[in-house]
């Protein structure tokens, strides 16, 4: 394997049907991070996500002769790293209803958000604003990134339901496409705006609440 490029997704994998371990280490070492933040979507600790993503790695290898390139080979690999955290999640938590993986359930819907008068149309422009809040105007950059504000922020997402949590954090953490999301997580065009949608109306609730407190 080439030292100096990254194979593409052909290349890549015929070398690891051959067996080629450098090309697998690799492999891990630029799917892993967002492999694992992934998992941690699903399930509620970082030593069980940690599982996840072993347990999907494992299932790559044993799905390498099967994979038949219809999409990319990382959407095939976040596919199985999804499905195997769903299905972890399950198991963990039996009483939680499969429908409340998708975000979707009723008692998602009564959440409160920003109002979503708030936002461009959904089908439009993905929920982004009209306006922005009138408290981040006021703030320098630094200050909107600061690490106790990046740390509430990221507390937000951690408390969408869990495929909220997985859509927002692939499209705006990941910078993946909403096509990309979609094969990934198996969700329609549709669904996976309502959830994006949602899911930063959440995120962005609590941001104001918190930019609004210390007024």
Same mark, same amino acid.
Request: proline share 4%.
């Given at each position: 394997?080439?030292?100096?490029?990254?194979?593409?997704?052909?290349?890549?994998?015929?070398?690891?049907?051959?067996?080629?371990?450098?090309?697998? $280490?690799?492999?891990?070492?630029?799917?892993?991070?967002?492999?694992?933040?992934?998992? +941690?979507?699903?399930?509620?600790?970082?030593?069980?996500?940690?599982?996840?993503?072993?347990?999907?790695?494992?299932?790559?290898?044993?799905?390498?002769?099967?994979?038949?390139?219809?999409?990319?080979?990382?959407?095939?690999?976040?596919?199985?790293?999804?499905?195997?955290?769903?299905?972890?999640?399950?198991?963990?938590?039996? *009483?939680?209803?499969? *429908?409340?993986?998708?975000?979707?359930?009723?008692?998602?819907?009564?959440?409160?958000?920003?109002?979503?008068?708030?936002?461009?149309?959904?089908?439009?422009?993905?929920?982004?604003?009209?306006?922005?809040?009138?408290?981040?105007? $006021?703030?320098?950059?630094?200050?909107?990134?600061?690490?106790?504000?990046?740390?509430?922020?990221?507390?937000?997402?951690?408390?969408?339901?869990?495929?909220?949590?997985?859509?927002?954090?692939?499209?705006?953490?990941?910078?993946?496409?909403?096509? $990309?999301?979609?094969?990934?997580?198996?969700?329609?065009?549709?669904?996976?705006?309502?959830?994006?949608?949602?899911?930063?109306? +959440?995120?962005?609730?609590?941001? $104001?609440?918190?930019?609004?407190?210390? +007024?």
């Amino acid at each position: 394997m080439a030292a100096d490029r990254i194979l593409d997704d052909q290349e890549l994998v015929r070398a690891l049907r051959a067996g080629d371990e450098r090309a697998f $280490e690799d492999l891990v070492d630029r799917l892993g991070p967002a492999l694992l933040r992934l998992a +941690r979507s699903y399930v509620r600790s970082q030593a069980v996500a940690e599982e996840v993503v072993q347990d999907a790695w494992l299932g790559v290898l044993r799905g390498l002769d099967r994979f038949e390139e219809r999409s990319s080979l990382r959407t095939w690999i976040f596919r199985i790293l999804a499905n195997t955290a769903k299905t972890r999640a399950v198991r963990e938590s039996r *009483s939680v209803p499969l *429908s409340s993986l998708d975000g979707t359930d009723d008692e998602d819907e009564g959440r409160p958000g920003v109002d979503p008068d708030r936002f461009v149309s959904v089908s439009a422009a993905e929920g982004h604003w009209v306006s922005a809040p009138r408290r981040f105007s $006021e703030l320098p950059e630094e200050r909107l990134l600061g690490r106790e504000t990046a740390a509430v922020v990221r507390a937000a997402i951690d408390a969408l339901p869990p495929t909220q949590r997985a859509v927002i954090s692939l499209r705006d953490i990941e910078g993946w496409s909403s096509e $990309e999301i979609r094969n990934v997580l198996d969700l329609s065009e549709t669904n996976q705006r309502v959830l994006l949608h949602r899911g930063r109306s +959440r995120v962005r609730q609590t941001l $104001e609440d918190y930019l609004g407190a210390e +007024r």
